[in-house]
């Protein structure tokens, strides 16, 4: 891949308001994963049924995928803050109910406690349908045009190392600290990303950008675009079917618990170690931008994605198996650069929430979706055959990609990028 060093590395962070953005996103991913990981750890080692582990993923995409359409609409429709304050609210308090369902647990309430982790998933569902849309159409108005490509930059880094410290937690604090423990100290974070929220001004929608047409009309709009923007729908199709079929994260605790056998710490660890190697790379992106010849750069980001995934599949021994994680998100956080900076460059100002939703939907269906896919195969394929699939298909999609997008490989996304 060709890189061309950046004039200035910190652009994006002399933006007061975007260091507040990007610290509250650090700490509001930080948050969700250690309750992800540990909630799924939790379900494992009382359920031991992989499927038990993809309903989680089914839990939490049906609502995002069913609402976070509208959740654009009302993003440029409304005052962006306001949206995402709602929404944040109703996750703390899908925490609290959590915490409240570790303590019946601890009273022998094990049946409800299940019950109740998978009620209080489809809320925060619920919630991020319109949190992310709103988040997403938010951030570009914090910076510049000229600044959008390292903006991207650091936001993608900061959240992956709210995807590193996260997950690399939350199997300590499970182990040492125990369910209740751990819970205590997401609801502590999501309180602390509200109070960022604070540092952010209001966004209300300008008299003349607010639409009277029909929702349906808008949501339409907004679909059409990604699909006739050649670049952005490929872009996003390729992180969807890479990460749908590609991804291992749902499944890490029966790699952790049985076929590994290094438990909750163990799990920390893998479930880490995507990040720590994003991170790496992206503090090499942002002096070295992988926009020159950006969707060659793609291509084979994903690819290499795909072959890690292979090596992870088909490895036996811990350090291996962390290496391989580690380059799977060393590979992919090429591909988030490129794609958020596609997305920030080729969207309208006016359609910036209702593309993002969109964009949202694909997300949620590779992570979500993928996730339930993910144990679905682990239950009927076996969980290593089920890796060893899914890291073949991202291989085979991604090379029918590259020959149906040929003419991408001239644009110069570096030059629309400083225009």
Known sequence: MQFIKTKDAYQALRYPEFRAYVTGNTLFTMALLIQEVILAYEIYHLTHNPLALGLIGLAEAVPYISLVLFGGHFADNRDKKKIM??????????????????MQLNSGGTDFHIYLIYFVIFLIGLAKGFFSPAASSLNPFLVP?????????????????????????AGFLYAYAGLAGSLMI?????????????????????P???????????????????????????AISLDLFSVLFGGVIAILPIFA?????????????????PSVGAVVTMLTLIYFPPLKNAWRN???????FGVATLVFGLSTNFWLSVTA?????????????????VLRIFTPDEMRGRVSSVN??????????????????????GTIPSVLIGAGVTLFLVTIVAFKSKDLLELDVEKEAAG
């Open 208 to 234: 003349k950008k607010v639409t009277h047409e029909s929702i349906w009309h808008s949501l339409r709009e907004g679909i059409e675009y990604v699909f006739k923007t050649k670049i952005i729908l490929y």
């Open 145 to 169: 045009k000229e600044v959008f490509a390292n903006a991207a930059t650091w936001n993608s880094s900061f959240w992956q190392l709210g995807s590193i410290l996260g997950p690399g937690m």
């Open 298 to 304: 793609l291509l084979l980001a994903i690819a290499g």
């Open 186 to 206: 997401v609801i502590g974070l999501l309180l602390a990303v509200m109070a960022c929220m604070v540092l952010i001004d209001n966004r209300p929608v300008p």
């Open 325 to 341: 994680l580690f380059f799977t998100g060393a590979f992919d956080s090429v591909s988030v650069v490129i794609r958020q900076t």
């Open 360 to 381: 949202g939907v694909f997300v949620s269906t590779s992570n979500e979706m993928g996730a339930f896919e993910s144990g679905v195969a682990a239950k009927f394929f």
């Open 257 to 273: 618990e049985d076929i590994l056998k290094v438990g909750a710490e163990g799990l920390g660890i893998l479930r880490a170690a």
């Open 85 to 102: 304050q709602g929404s944040l609210t109703v996750i703390i308090l899908g925490s609290v109910l959590l915490l409240y369902a570790a």
